[in-house]
């Protein structure tokens, strides 16, 4: 039975022009969705009657909002009335069957799979997570078709003919037995020659470029589809590569052989390479609060060495990456004599000093908050130095560290941490109330252009504040404090992108720590962690599958049968096993509180679903164990099972998390709820 929705409003003041439709017919869309693609297509003014031609733009518009979402025979009419002096116009829409394709049929190609080919008809899908059939669109055949001929060419098939699609339906337009009319597709292709590049030649005398950089570029080109531009390409190649080498006029030309079989000779030839210029002058503009010595020696290019643009990008990148400036600028060189250039950057400085405001949450501390103050150019030096202080239900706590990029000019950044922590009772960090001082000195170096490499030394004063005559931990009495000193290295590769939401991409860690009477410590101990997470974008718009796995180890050195329990391993909470309070998973005393343990294991999947806009909506599972010796490492794992939301913010996604336990026991409960900033992995 057909719906009739009608949309009156008689006011005193005129309507806006949108509100003189009715729409007739509708049963797909609502009558709020097709107002307001009406009201976007119409102008805004009231101080006018309905026009002819503003109907026509808006049953346009409606039809083309059907046609979009697959029903590719929609029709809409209108028709006119006047009601006390005001005309209204209803647009009378024949919805017909929504359309999916059912079937790709291909001919005539070899250089793709046919996969690839289907899978550019199948743009926009039906269902929840764009999982649903692939609707049909007539716009969409012709985008298709494009898309197919640009992959040919951009293959080195120059000539390609990719002919128009075609299109058959079901007998008598039948739909099927959900409701839905199945089309069949089909595309030729006329694939033609594949043009290659087989040979990259140059002159004699070499163009002036080292054998070593003629040999990359032959790398580059050789073997490669021959797309059209290749000749250009090659070109411009070749001109970078010798202004590298401070040619910045040469006379070069490409000469372009093509032989019957596609194969492609590219040629380079020379009629001069101009002078070879040398840097004049190298001059910085806009420092105000940053001392020059400091932005100097981070440049790649000086005064008298060969002009190079290479090193100007690597000098621009490195001001960048001093976090220093907001902007930086080579302007046009400016030729000082006949055979140098003078360059100059132009920067301008980012804010220097920043107020950071944190808020959050768990299970275990309800709410938590931070202040923080950065200055980004301690004393125009260059140095980051922050100070701050953080405060929740369980503890309090200050900050700070001071941070040298280029310690001794070297490509190694120092940084220098201390902090002091005054913890309340809480299972996670220990039974006892207590205060914690720590002292950190670490040095981290880029390796092998992803990985980063961090070294370093750590001393920490645990002080416990209760009376621990009666708190034993399986017959052994607790330190009521100590100092550990240590020494660690850690490795680390993050190629995640985007960085908050990624779906692309790798985070790999592992540390180890070590420490022993031999650096004065009165706790011997090792600790060694490993964790990974991969992002995998599913192939639809917007799903994302994020995985992870952690393992950790913890145990005594010397002949001790345990570590005191602030450096024992915990897990449960917001950022593991979400269906536990921070700190619960995991080993208990008899009087019912977690004590840790020496092996730690985590694992888990979460699918992200952006929603609309910055709204995301997850669901996640997982599985881990905290185990209290090395005996019983992979033992005894718990499950949690759950739903959230994140919104995006500018500092991280705004996160709520439900993870619930599907066999709690004991005192624990059958879900935990958890806020945050930041993804749990």
């Not at 190298?282 to 290479?310: H, P």
Request: with cysteine.
């Amino acid at each position: 039975m057909k719906r009739r929705a009608t949309l009156w409003i008689l006011l005193l003041t005129a309507p806006m022009l949108a509100d003189s439709f009715e729409f007739f017919g509708n049963h797909y869309f609502s009558v709020e969705d097709l107002q307001e693609v009406v009201s976007a297509v119409l102008p805004a003014s009231t101080e006018r009657a309905l026009r002819r031609s503003d109907v026509d733009d808006a049953a346009y518009a409606v039809e083309r909002l059907y046609r979009r979402e697959g029903f590719c025979f929609a029709k809409v009419s209108y028709t006119f009335q006047d009601i006390a002096d005001v005309r209204f116009a209803t647009l009378v829409i024949q919805e017909g069957p929504q359309a999916y394709i059912a079937e790709v049929q291909i001919e005539g190609v070899e250089a793709f799979a046919h996969e690839t080919i289907r899978a550019t008809f199948f743009t926009h899908r039906r269902g929840v997570f764009g999982l649903g059939r692939p609707l049909f669109r007539q716009a969409a055949l012709e985008e298709a078709a494009q898309t197919i001929q640009e992959n040919y060419i951009r293959a080195g098939y120059r000539n390609v003919v990719v002919e128009t699609p075609w299109v058959s339906y079901a007998l008598e337009r039948t739909p099927d037995a959900s409701g839905m009319l199945p089309v069949y597709v089909g595309v030729a292709v006329e694939e033609g020659t594949g043009f290659i590049i087989k040979e990259v030649a140059f002159p004699a005398n070499g163009c002036g470029l080292t054998e070593e950089t003629r040999k990359a570029i032959q790398a580059e080109f050789e073997q490669q589809p021959a797309v059209p531009q290749c000749a250009q390409d090659f070109k411009n190649r070749v001109l970078a590569a010798l202004a590298n080498r401070g040619y910045l006029r040469p006379s070069i030309e490409v000469d372009e052989r093509v032989r019957p079989d596609g194969a492609t000779l590219l040629t380079i030839s020379e009629s001069g390479l101009g002078p070879r210029f040398t840097v004049g002058e190298v001059r910085l503009l806009g420092l105000e609060n940053t001392e020059e010595d400091f932005v100097r020696r981070r440049l790649k290019i000086e005064g008298g060495q060969t002009f190079s643009n290479e090193a100007v990008d690597a000098s621009s990148r490195a001001l960048f990456e001093t976090g220093l400036f907001r902007t930086v600028y080579v302007e046009p060189t400016a030729f000082g004599g006949s055979d140098t250039v003078d360059v100059v950057f132009q920067v301008k400085e980012a804010a220097r000093r920043e107020i950071r405001l944190s808020l959050s949450g768990g299970s275990l501390d309800i709410v938590r908050g931070g202040v923080e103050y950065f200055d980004r150019n301690l004393l125009g030096t260059g140095l980051p130095f922050t100070i701050g202080a953080r405060v929740s239900f369980i503890e309090a706590g200050v900050e700070s560290s001071i941070s040298y990029p280029h310690f001794l000019d070297s490509d190694w950044e120092a940084r220098l941490l201390g902090s002091y922590i005054q913890t309340n009772d809480t299972p996670n960090k220990g039974i006892l109330e207590r205060n914690e001082t720590l002292v950190e000195l670490r040095f981290s170096h880029v390796i092998l252009r992803h990985f980063v490499l961090g070294l370093g030394a750590r001393f920490r004063r645990v002080n416990n504040f209760e009376e621990i005559d009666d708190i034993t931990l399986f017959g052994k009495d607790l330190p009521d404090r100590y100092n550990t000193i240590s020494m660690f290295a850690a490795i680390g590769l993050d190629t995640r992108e985007p960085f908050f939401f990624p779906d692309t991409g790798w985070v790999l860690n592992l540390s180890l720590e070590l420490g022993g009477s031999y650096f004065g410590s009165e706790v011997d101990f090792f600790r060694a962690e490993a964790a990974v997470r991969r992002y995998f974008g599913l192939g639809l718009d917007d799903l994302t599958l994020a995985l992870r796995g952690d393992i950790a180890l913890a145990i005594p050195t010397d002949n001790e049968p345990s570590l005191p329990i602030p450096e024992r391993l915990f897990s449960g909470g917001h950022d593991s096993v979400r269906s536990f309070k921070d700190g619960e998973l995991g080993f208990r005393e008899g009087d019912g509180d977690p004590v840790g343990g020496e092996v730690r294991n985590t694992v888990g999947a979460e699918l992200r679903y952006r929603l609309l806009g910055n709204l995301y909506l997850a669901g996640f599972a997982e599985a881990g164990n905290v185990a209290f010796d090395t005996s019983e490492a992979f033992e005894d794992f718990r499950l949690s099972l759950g739903v959230g939301v994140r919104y995006g913010l500018p500092i991280g996604p705004l996160r709520f998390d439900v993870g619930f336990n599907p066999a709690p026991r004991g005192r624990e409960g059958l879900y935990r709820v958890h806020f945050n900033i930041g993804q749990a992995f």
